[in-house]
C-alpha cells in the first residue's frame, strides 16, 4: 500500500537558518503530494502540494519539489523564523476514489529566537 | 478560508460510557468527511470517509460498531465512540471537502480536533 516516511524529530534551529525536512514515499500510480503544517492549538493547514513530477509547490518561503526518480518531497526554507515553530506532516493522495490522504508520522520544528 | 470545527475541544469519561463528538463545517458544504485519529507522537490514520447522506466507508481495523458515524447534513458529521475503554483515548481529527467538477484535486480542511481520555 502506499505511505509516507518523513525525518524524525524533533528539530530544533536558530532563527534565520535553513531548514530541510526529508520525505518520502510509496505509491502505485501517480499521487498527489502535500504538506501540511499544525500550529498548537489548531488543525492541520495545507501548506502546499504538488500533483505531477518536477512540479515545485511553494507558499510561505516554503518550497518542495516532486521528484518521481528519487520518490522524494522534501520541504526547505532558506532562513526560518519563530513563528514557523510547528508540526510539518508529509502526505499523499493517490487521487483515486475518495481522493483519501496518507501520512507521515510528522516532524516537530522548534525555532528559537 | 473554509473553516471546520470540532466539539468538543476535550472530553474526559469513564469507562463504558459513550462520547460523541461533532465535526461542523462552518461556511461551506462538505459532502465528504473524514475522521481520523492519532496517537502521541505519531501520524494521522484515517479511521473512516462519510459521504452525506450514506454510511461510512471505515477502513481495515476500524470497528464500525464502535466507531459510529453519521453524516446527516452537508455541514454536519458526529463520531460516536461506544462503550469507551481506556485503549480508545486519543486525539480524535475530523476533515470536510466539498467536490469541485473543476478541480482535479479537492482540498481536504480539517477541524482542530478532540482530546478523548477515558478512566
Known amino acids: 500500500g502506499n505511505s509516507v516516511t518523513q525525518m524524525e524529530g524533533p528539530v530544533t534551529l536558530s532563527e534565520e537558518a535553513f531548514l530541510t525536512i526529508n520525505c518520502t514515499y510509496t505509491?502505485?500510480?501517480?499521487?498527489?503530494l502535500f504538506w501540511y503544517v499544525q500550529y498548537p492549538g489548531e488543525g492541520l493547514q495545507l501548506l502546499l502540494k504538488?500533483?505531477?513530477?518536477?512540479d515545485k509547490g511553494s507558499n510561505k518561503g516554503f518550497e518542495a519539489t516532486y521528484r518521481k526518480e528519487t520518490t522524494s518531497f522534501h520541504l526547505e526554507k532558506g532562513s526560518v523564523q519563530v513563528s514557523d515553530s510547528a508540526v510539518y506532516f508529509c502526505?499523499?493522495?493517490?487521487?483515486?476514489?475518495?481522493?483519501?490522504?496518507?501520512f507521515g508520522q510528522g516532524t516537530r520544528l522548534t525555532i528559537n529566537p | 478560508g473554509a473553516v471546520v470545527s470540532q466539539h468538543p475541544s476535550r472530553v474526559i469519561c469513564k469507562s463504558g460510557t459513550s462520547v460523541k463528538i461533532e465535526c461542523r463545517s462552518l461556511?461551506?458544504?462538505?459532502?465528504?468527511m473524514f475522521w481520523y485519529r492519532q496517537f502521541p507522537k505519531q501520524s494521522l490514520m484515517l479511521m473512516a470517509t462519510?459521504?452525506?447522506?450514506?454510511?461510512?466507508?471505515?477502513e481495515q481495523g476500524v470497528e464500525k460498531d464502535k466507531f459510529l458515524i453519521n453524516h446527516a447534513s452537508l455541514t454536519l458529521s458526529t463520531l460516536t465512540v461506544t462503550s469507551a475503554h481506556p485503549e480508545d483515548s486519543s486525539f480524535y481529527i475530523c476533515?470536510?471537502?466539498?467536490?469541485?467538477?473543476?478541480?482535479?484535486?479537492?482540498?481536504?480542511?480539517f477541524g482542530p480536533g478532540t482530546r478523548l481520555t477515558v478512566l
Open positions: 476533515s470536510a471537502r466539498v467536490l469541485a467538477a473543476t478541480s482535479s484535486y479537492n482540498e481536504q480542511f
Open positions: 505509491a502505485t500510480g501517480y499521487p498527489s
Open positions: 504538488a500533483t505531477k513530477a518536477d
Open positions: 502526505a499523499l493522495s493517490d487521487n483515486q476514489g475518495a481522493q483519501k490522504l496518507v
Open positions: 461556511d461551506f458544504q462538505a459532502t465528504t
Open positions: 462519510s459521504n452525506e447522506g450514506s454510511k461510512a466507508t471505515y
